[in-house]
């Protein structure tokens, strides 16, 4: 999930904090630059693979970094932030959203993280104007939120609520989260302004939207401590009438491996990074001047980076056999672990999450009716691994399977009509042709509730019947009159002769020896 870091380098974050006299004079910027130092450095060591930009704004609005995952690049333009002019936040969402779709489309999930000092500017341009403004304003100057794309959006104020209550900046600010769809939060400052409070404040931004997902990942006897980034969100399922948020649980159990072949690339809800918590490769080696203390945690990291660890294991046995593990995330809810290259050198154990259900991946059937290859009378891959056992067939055929009749246009409709007056002409040589394709109109029809339809076109087949040539076959009269009849009685939606399956059959006739001529 890539974060946008939306920071106000307008002249408001120059103001000077009132601090003790012998104390250091720091701007509201100072304090700025101070909480996102310390959310960088929390993302290097915790989310180093997630993906950050770090936009400037005031009247106009400029990404200084382009996403990345060097927080060394973003520290030092951080620290090289120039001043500007005033505040037009409207333009810098604008921004925001134009970075994001660039890189990462309408689909990607964002975290965007504003930072400024609650000022909202002045005059045209400003938040005030902008949310007063909202109606009756053209498509190509519609107000950036909500953003196109999954976006939540946390707004760090350099201000106190006290300061931030004393103006109406608190309620436009709680309007914006409400534009956004109300994901987001507004996080202020507690008492003094510091830099002890605004590193009070993002450590709560980092507990809300950057704190990892402690975890045990077990397969039979073996089991590892693992942390997930980013924290697996709730989720709600749109079918059930009173929705409950479910959380994934906290012992993720492995059910089973399957070939990557035959899972192929399936629909995933979001994908994290899972880690060892034991296993600490970066160990510091032990020099002169070090204390015992020191000593005693590297001797400690170095035993911790030497221990069998499951989760190594099952990493590399992933990488190296070409498939994936099902791991169970709850009731009737699975995921996948698998092995992804993060570069030619460097790879990582990954986990998507299916969608909660017994059977998320239909190709594979119900998860929990899966089983090992022994269980088998024969291997289903076969003895060369020639073959496979999926996709499993369908025991019903899918609608999209069959010829289904559709009719958009009225031209198709008339087509169908046509059809089956141009076989009535011909009876009873076409006897088979135009009871088939009767009853194809009569299913649609049937389907769609068209029961018009059904009565029109027996109104129809009644007049083909009196305009019948004295040189017709006798047969044709009796196959046109008892078509329309039955039209006529599946038009009234009696469930006798309205049923889907039942179908209309040609009229037994003395003249009907096999449906040819005398």
Known sequence: MPTVVLMDASLSMTRPVSLEPCSEELQRKNLAVAGLTMLFEHMATNYRLEFTSLVAFSSLWEQLVPFTRDYNILQEALSNLEDYDKTCLESALHGVSNVVQQEWGHACPTQVVLVTDGSLGIGKGSLRHSLQTLKGRPEDKKFPLPFPFPAKLFVMCIANAEELQMTDTMDNLEQLLQLNGGDGQIFTMEGQLCLKSVQSM??????????????????????????????????????????????????????????????SSPPVMSRHLVLPIA?????????????????????????AGKAPNFCVLLHGSLKVEGMVALVQLGPEWYGMLYSQADSKKKSNLMMSLFEPGPEPLPWLGRVSQLGPISDAAENPYGEDDSKSPFPLQPKIKRSYAQNVTVWIKASGLQTDVQKILRNARKLPEKTQTFYKELNRLRKAALAFGFWELLKGVSELLERECTLLPDTAHPDAAFQLSHAAQQLKLASTGDSQYAAFDHNINPMHTDFSGGGAGM
């Open 202 to 263: 993002f450590g709560r931004l980092i507990d809300a939207a950057y704190s990892p997902f402690p975890a045990v990942l077990r397969c039979g006897n073996l089991a590892s401590d693992v942390q997930v980034f980013p924290r697996p969100e709730p989720v709600f399922l749109d079918e059930e009438i009173d929705p409950m948020p479910r959380h994934i649980l906290t012992d993720l159990e492995i059910v089973g491996f399957i070939e990557i072949g035959d899972i």
């Open 279 to 303: 296993v600490n490769k970066e160990v510091d080696e032990v020099g002169p001047g070090t204390t015992e203390e020191q000593e005693e945690e590297t001797s400690a990291n170095q035993q």
